[in-house]
């Protein structure tokens, strides 16, 4: 760890209890890691605005029947290709399958790959999480 700086912070003090109730729920023993975490997921939002290398994980749930859907979602991989460390597919049931997607490179890359999957017919959800190479991040 770096150099510790210790600071105020002032909140009204319903805030500070949401905040209390909120980090006790995910497992924080302390403000300082929960705001910690806090700075970090925004400097991770800020990384992908400033169109950084980027990773990121595109979440595809869909009915594998939909007619043409698997072969438009795979030529959608393949023209983003340079972006794309791995797949995996996942049969959920009869209808449904999973598919993970993990990326690295351009935010507007990954960022452009998700929003063409989930327009596509068929997809029942399509989630994309950001992350940050951890370059800029400490």
Known sequence: MGNLVRFGVSLEKKLL?????????????NRSEALRDLVRA????????KGE???????????HHHRELQNKITDLQHR???????????????NN????IILKGKAG???RLADLLQAQRGIKHCSLNMSTTGRSIA
């Open 97 to 100: 399958c999973l598919e993970v």
């Open 53 to 63: 290398d980027v990773v990121g994980v595109i979440m595809l749930v869909f009915d």
């Open 80 to 94: 983003h290709l340079s972006a794309i460390i791995s797949t995996q597919h996942v049969h959920l049931d009869y």
């Open 42 to 49: 925004d400097l991770v939002v800020r990384e992908w605005d």
């Open 17 to 29: 209890d949401q905040f209390d109730a909120s980090i006790r729920r995910k497992g924080y023993t």
């Open 109 to 111: 890359q990954v960022r």
